[in-house]
């Protein structure tokens, strides 16, 4: 039966008042290539199909304490669902979401969640229904190409980050991709739109606290997490609602207000 590695911990982060978005983060086992692969089926809000398909121990441990995660967040902070009668499923962009089990909250919004593996780390972010959240976590030594710039970003903005790159080298570049990322998740499209269109970075070099999209309005926050300096973190959010319309968007449906 598998157990977690780590223990679970609560962090803390500075957002708008009166919002209930809960991030826990765990310290993730390490395993090397050539270990056995664990058996994760014990565990709530995994799919069987999915975890017959991983190929390695690392894969199935970040993957078994992501979810382990996830189930106990809900239990401590929605105490009122049962999370017997919820699954995990992935839409058509492969985003995760809560999904009602044999009929119980079939007419009942569920929470929304994201989650985000790196290094030792997973951490996972849990919400109202009225919102969409986002989450990613990278280790900020983490070398990438020079190809990456341009998958990223375009004009101005290009060149802001290439002037960081510059002055930081892979800290910096680590540090935008989270950030895009975690925006990316929390519109819930993976790459349906390309990170360029995506403009984080204001005149004086700085995050944005308030990122628009589409005419959507999203709430960033970006930093190195507090418990851990080798790492980058960014959480993303935005009204739930404006989710839809963008999927619809994307569809090629003209969405009504």
């Known amino acids: 039966m598998w157990e977690p590695f780590g223990r679970i911990e609560e962090l803390k982060f500075d957002l708008k008042e009166d919002l209930e978005i809960y991030i826990n983060y765990l310290k993730i086992r390490k395993k090397t290539i050539n ?10 809000f995994v799919d069987l199909e999915e975890i017959r398909t991983f190929k390695t121990a690392k894969r199935t441990e970040e993957h078994a304490s992501g979810r382990f995660l996830l189930c106990h967040m809900l239990k401590k902070y929605f105490p009122h669902l049962d999370h017997k009668f919820i699954e995990v499923y992935r839409d058509e962009h492969r985003a995760p979401y809560f999904r ?12 929304n969640f994201s989650i985000s593996t790196s290094g030792d780390y997973v951490v996972v972010a849990l919400c109202e229904p009225k919102y969409s959240v986002g989450v990613d976590i990278e280790k900020l030594n983490q070398n990438r190409t020079n190809s990456l710039f341009d998958f990223i970003s375009e004009g101005d903005e290009l060149i802001q980050i290439k002037s960081l790159y510059q002055k930081n080298g892979n800290h910096e570049l680590n540090h935008v ?13 993976g790459f349906s739109i390309s990170p360029t269109k995506i403009k984080l970075i204001n005149e004086n070099f700085e995050f944005k606290e308030i990122v628009r999209y589409a005419g959507t309005d999203l709430f960033l926050r970006t930093s190195v997490l507090n418990f851990n300096e ?28």
């Open 35 to 44: 270990e056995m692969i664990p058996k994760i089926d014990n565990l709530h």
């Open 177 to 189: 991709w989270t950030a895009k990322e975690s925006i990316l998740k929390s519109l819930k499209i």
């Open 230 to 257: 080798d790492y980058s973190f960014s959480i993303a959010l935005t009204d739930s609602k404006n989710i839809e319309f963008e999927k619809m968007r994307i569809a090629g449906i003209e969405p009504t207000t």
């Open 100 to 111: 009602s089990k044999m009929g119980k909250y079939k007419h009942k919004r569920l929470p």
